[in-house]
Nanobody
């Protein structure tokens, strides 16, 4: 199994920046990619950005140019990914979740989420 923990959320004014951190531990050798998703109440969880072990990044169209996902780094048996969010808008307010995409388990492993609130 893989354990996933997100951090770095908070309250920021529109136009500001935040950097989220995703840390994955456990059977990290099984991870083939890590992604960020977000969800607001009564809406489906949506893709923000993903990155593969080879460093190939993919972004939702609305995040391109504002958000940057780092490559996957490994240290002390943890794999970590950052999500740099710039030029934040009130509509970016959501709970941001990290997902570790692993071989042999289609659903991946999710963290508990971190709240991002952007005030106007």
């Amino acid at each position: 199994q893989v354990q996933v923990v997100e951090s770095g959320g908070g309250l920021v004014q529109a136009g500001g920046s935040l950097r989220l951190l995703c840390e994955a531990s456990g059977n990290t050798f099984s991870i083939k990619g890590i992604g960020w998703y977000r969800q607001v109440p009564e809406k489906e969880r949506e893709l923000v950005a993903t990155v593969t072990n080879r460093g190939i990044a993919n972004y939702a169209d609305s995040m391109k140019g504002r958000f940057t996902i780092s490559t996957i780094s490994e240290d002390n048996a943890k794999k970590t990914v950052y999500l740099q969010m710039n030029s934040l808008k009130p509509e970016d307010t959501a709970v941001y979740y990290c997902n570790a995409d692993v071989y042999g388990y289609d659903y991946g492993y999710w963290g508990q989420g971190t709240q991002v609130t952007v005030s106007s």
